[in-house]
Every structure is written in structure tokens, then in C-alpha cells.
């Protein structure tokens, strides 16, 4: 059987102690960013955060697949909100957007892998699939209409959506392609 994404060989919806193990670390490591970056708003937003540790969760959805990268974003928002103060489920559907992306980066990985024939060509492709799952998964916010209805359909796509796409798909686009070039290396190190 061929690998489906740069570690998995027995199929990338399979849940195996590998999977959760590394959705345990990226969880833990996204949430840690998340708590650290509530700082950094960005002007003219609700609350949409800079955010440079975004292509963590692109990285470990295209890295180790959709299940590990679904986890990461979703629990990983969770436990970042949670611990600033912020509510673990006060804006869940912004940790469903962030998990969405996350398990798309995972999807788009898979269907990318065939094509990366070397480390640089995997980064590029890490770098493809984090901005597409990106723009795709944090459609998911718009659920604020239905949780925040005094929000307007406009006022999520200027104030949170196209700010957050944006920040997030320069992340995704910077620091995942950097952290895959960075795995290959390790990977290979530890017989994965």
C-alpha cells in the first residue's frame, strides 16, 4: 500500500494511537499559540486574531491527515479559548471553522501526496492545501449569523471572515511548506 499523506500508510481516516498522539501534540501546541496570540487583534475586526501559528494546524492535517488535523484545530481552539478566559464553547463555531480547515488540509494532503515527488514540491503543495483549506473551512463562521444574529451577513464577511482568510492563508502559506520541509528530515530519522 502506498502512503496516502507523509505518514500514514494504513489510510487516512484510520484512528491508531499514532493518530491521536499527534493530535494530542498539535492540540496541545495550537492551544498554547492561541493563548499566546489573544494579544495581537487585528484593527478593524471582531476579535480576529494575528495568528502566525496557524500553519501549525494546516501542517498537521497535511502532515499526518484529516482525523489528527480535524482534532488539532477544533480542540486545540478549544482548550486556547478555554485558557485565555474566553469560554471553551463561546464561539464554537469558530473552533468547528478552525477544525474544518484542518481536516481539509488533511483531505487536500492526501490527494496532493501522489503529485510531491520531493520535499520541495511537498512544501508547495502543504502551501496549496493550507490557503484552499482555509478559505473553504472557515466558511464554517458564518454559523454567527445563526448564533449572533445582530451580526450582519456583511459585517461576518468584512469584519471576520475575508480579515481572518487573510491572516490565516499567509500563515498557512509560510509556516507550513517551512515546518514540512523541517519534518521530512525528522521523519526519516525516526523510521515514519
Given at each position: 500500500?502506498?502512503?496516502?499523506?507523509?505518514?500514514?500508510?494504513?489510510?487516512?481516516?484510520?484512528?491508531?494511537?499514532?493518530?491521536?498522539?499527534?493530535?494530542?501534540?498539535?492540540?496541545?501546541?495550537?492551544?498554547?499559540?492561541?493563548?499566546?496570540?489573544?494579544?495581537?487583534?487585528l484593527p478593524g475586526t471582531q476579535e480576529v486574531n494575528v495568528r502566525p501559528h496557524y500553519g501549525l494546524l494546516t501542517?498537521?492535517?497535511f502532515a499526518f491527515g484529516p482525523v489528527v488535523g480535524f482534532l488539532t484545530g477544533?480542540?486545540?481552539?478549544?482548550?486556547?479559548?478555554?485558557?485565555?478566559?474566553?469560554?471553551?464553547f463561546t464561539s464554537?463555531?469558530?473552533?468547528?471553522?478552525?477544525?474544518?480547515?484542518?481536516?481539509?488540509?488533511?483531505?487536500?494532503?492526501?490527494?496532493?501526496?501522489?503529485r510531491a515527488a520531493s520535499s520541495g514540491s511537498r512544501a508547495l503543495w502543504a502551501a496549496v492545501a493550507g490557503v484552499i483549506a482555509t478559505v473553504i473551512g472557515f466558511i464554517?463562521?458564518?454559523?454567527?449569523?445563526i448564533v449572533t444574529p445582530e451580526m450582519s451577513f456583511n459585517a461576518?464577511?468584512?469584519t471576520e471572515y475575508i480579515p481572518v482568510i487573510?491572516?490565516?492563508s499567509i500563515a498557512a502559506a509560510v509556516v507550513t511548506?517551512?515546518?514540512?520541509?523541517?519534518?521530512?528530515?525528522?521523519?526519516?530519522?525516526?523510521?515514519?
Open positions: 500500500m502506498t502512503a496516502t499523506t507523509m505518514d500514514q500508510q494504513d489510510g487516512s481516516w484510520s484512528i491508531t494511537t499514532r493518530v491521536i498522539v499527534y493530535a494530542a501534540i498539535g492540540a496541545a501546541l495550537y492551544a498554547v499559540f492561541n493563548l499566546i496570540s489573544f494579544g495581537f487583534v501542517f498537521f492535517g477544533f480542540i486545540g481552539n478549544i482548550v486556547g479559548d478555554f485558557l485565555s478566559g474566553y469560554g471553551a464554537w463555531h469558530w473552533s468547528l471553522a478552525n477544525g474544518v480547515a484542518g481536516l481539509l488540509a488533511g483531505v487536500l494532503g492526501v490527494m496532493f501526496a501522489a464554517v463562521i458564518f454559523l454567527g449569523l461576518i464577511l468584512t487573510v491572516a490565516n511548506p517551512i515546518l514540512v520541509l523541517a519534518w521530512e528530515p525528522m521523519k526519516e530519522q525516526l523510521g515514519r
